[in-house]
Protein backbone atom coordinates (compact mmCIF):
# COMPACT_ATOMS: atom_id res chain seq x y z
CA UNK A 1 0.00 0.00 0.00
CA UNK A 2 1.13 3.32 -0.79
CA UNK A 3 1.42 5.92 2.06
CA UNK A 4 1.29 9.71 0.97
CA UNK A 5 2.08 12.15 3.58
CA UNK A 6 2.32 16.07 2.94
CA UNK A 7 4.48 18.99 3.89
CA UNK A 8 5.12 22.47 3.26
CA UNK A 9 1.94 24.44 3.96
CA UNK A 10 1.93 27.66 5.87
CA UNK A 11 0.94 31.56 5.70
CA UNK A 12 1.96 33.28 2.76
CA UNK A 13 1.36 36.92 1.42
CA UNK A 14 -0.57 37.57 -1.67
CA UNK A 15 2.06 37.01 -4.65
CA UNK A 16 4.20 34.82 -2.00
CA UNK A 17 5.37 31.25 -3.34
CA UNK A 18 5.33 28.22 -1.68
CA UNK A 19 6.25 24.75 -2.08
CA UNK A 20 4.12 21.51 -1.43
CA UNK A 21 5.96 18.23 -0.68
CA UNK A 22 4.15 14.96 -1.24
CA UNK A 23 6.67 11.77 0.38
CA UNK A 24 5.48 8.36 -0.81
CA UNK A 25 6.31 5.18 0.62
CA UNK A 26 6.23 1.74 -1.45
CA UNK A 27 8.05 0.43 -3.99
CA UNK A 28 5.17 1.65 -6.28
CA UNK A 29 5.43 5.07 -6.42
CA UNK A 30 6.69 5.01 -9.93
CA UNK A 31 4.06 3.57 -11.41
CA UNK A 32 1.51 5.64 -10.04
CA UNK A 33 0.45 9.27 -11.70
CA UNK A 34 0.33 11.39 -8.94
CA UNK A 35 -1.80 14.40 -7.96
CA UNK A 36 -2.89 17.99 -5.49
CA UNK A 37 -6.32 18.45 -5.32
CA UNK A 38 -7.52 21.22 -2.92
CA UNK A 39 -10.48 22.55 -0.92
CA UNK A 40 -11.40 25.59 0.96
CA UNK A 41 -13.80 26.21 3.61
CA UNK A 42 -17.70 25.62 2.65
CA UNK A 43 -16.34 24.45 -0.90
CA UNK A 44 -16.13 21.07 -2.37
CA UNK A 45 -12.88 19.58 -3.08
CA UNK A 46 -11.48 20.92 -6.35
CA UNK A 47 -8.81 19.43 -8.81
CA UNK A 48 -5.67 21.13 -8.83
CA UNK A 49 -2.81 19.41 -10.90
CA UNK A 50 -1.64 15.69 -12.13
CA UNK A 51 1.51 14.43 -13.30
CA UNK A 52 1.78 11.15 -15.11
CA UNK A 53 4.11 8.04 -14.20
CA UNK A 54 6.63 8.98 -16.08
CA UNK A 55 6.64 12.79 -15.53
CA UNK A 56 6.70 14.14 -18.89
CA UNK A 57 2.67 14.67 -18.91
CA UNK A 58 1.12 17.20 -16.25
CA UNK A 59 -2.33 19.09 -17.05
CA UNK A 60 -3.63 22.20 -14.27
CA UNK A 61 -6.94 23.97 -13.73
CA UNK A 62 -7.20 27.04 -15.30
CA UNK A 63 -7.62 28.56 -12.32
CA UNK A 64 -3.92 27.56 -11.36
CA UNK A 65 -2.45 27.17 -15.15
CA UNK A 66 1.01 29.29 -15.32
CA UNK A 67 1.39 29.79 -11.95
CA UNK A 68 2.21 26.29 -10.06
CA UNK A 69 3.94 24.02 -11.17
CA UNK A 70 3.91 20.26 -10.40
CA UNK A 71 6.67 18.10 -10.28
CA UNK A 72 8.29 14.69 -9.13
CA UNK A 73 11.31 12.61 -8.83
CA UNK A 74 10.93 8.99 -8.40
CA UNK A 75 14.52 8.56 -6.89
CA UNK A 76 13.09 10.22 -3.81
CA UNK A 77 9.40 8.75 -4.29
CA UNK A 78 8.00 12.67 -3.64
CA UNK A 79 6.18 14.72 -5.87
CA UNK A 80 6.05 18.93 -5.98
CA UNK A 81 3.80 21.19 -6.20
CA UNK A 82 5.51 25.29 -6.53
CA UNK A 83 2.93 27.72 -5.95
CA UNK A 84 3.84 31.20 -6.94
CA UNK A 85 1.87 34.21 -7.50
CA UNK A 86 -0.37 33.14 -4.67
CA UNK A 87 -4.15 34.74 -4.56
CA UNK A 88 -5.91 34.46 -1.65
CA UNK A 89 -8.33 32.62 -3.20
CA UNK A 90 -5.66 29.54 -3.07
CA UNK A 91 -6.41 29.49 0.54
CA UNK A 92 -7.13 26.13 0.89
CA UNK A 93 -6.25 22.35 2.10
CA UNK A 94 -4.05 21.03 -0.07
CA UNK A 95 -4.31 16.60 -0.77
CA UNK A 96 -1.93 15.04 -2.64
CA UNK A 97 -3.11 11.62 -4.28
CA UNK A 98 -2.02 8.88 -6.42
CA UNK A 99 -3.42 6.75 -8.60
CA UNK A 100 -2.51 4.29 -11.44
CA UNK A 101 -5.18 6.08 -13.81
CA UNK A 102 -4.45 9.75 -14.78
CA UNK A 103 -7.61 9.80 -16.13
CA UNK A 104 -9.29 9.30 -12.69
CA UNK A 105 -6.83 12.51 -11.10
CA UNK A 106 -7.61 14.52 -14.13
CA UNK A 107 -11.59 13.52 -13.47
CA UNK A 108 -11.33 14.94 -10.21
CA UNK A 109 -11.03 11.92 -7.57
CA UNK A 110 -13.30 10.03 -8.36
CA UNK A 111 -12.33 5.94 -7.21
CA UNK A 112 -8.48 7.62 -6.53
CA UNK A 113 -6.38 4.71 -4.51
CA UNK A 114 -4.77 7.18 -2.29
CA UNK A 115 -4.52 10.34 -0.34
CA UNK A 116 -2.86 11.81 1.77
CA UNK A 117 -3.92 13.83 5.30
CA UNK A 118 -3.36 17.27 3.49
CA UNK A 119 -1.79 20.41 4.58
CA UNK A 120 -3.17 23.96 5.05
CA UNK A 121 -2.35 26.71 2.43
CA UNK A 122 -3.11 29.86 3.83
CA UNK A 123 -2.77 33.19 1.82
CA UNK A 124 -3.38 36.52 3.19
CA UNK A 125 -4.42 40.11 0.75
Known amino acids: QVQLVESGGGLVQAGGSLRLSCAAS????????MGWFRQAPGKEREFVAV????????YYADSVKGRFTISRDNAKNTVYLQMNSLKPEDTAVYYC??????????????????WGQGTQVTVSS
Open 97 to 114: AADSSYTIIKSNGGGIDF
Open 26 to 33: GRTFSGYA
Open 51 to 58: IGWSGTIT
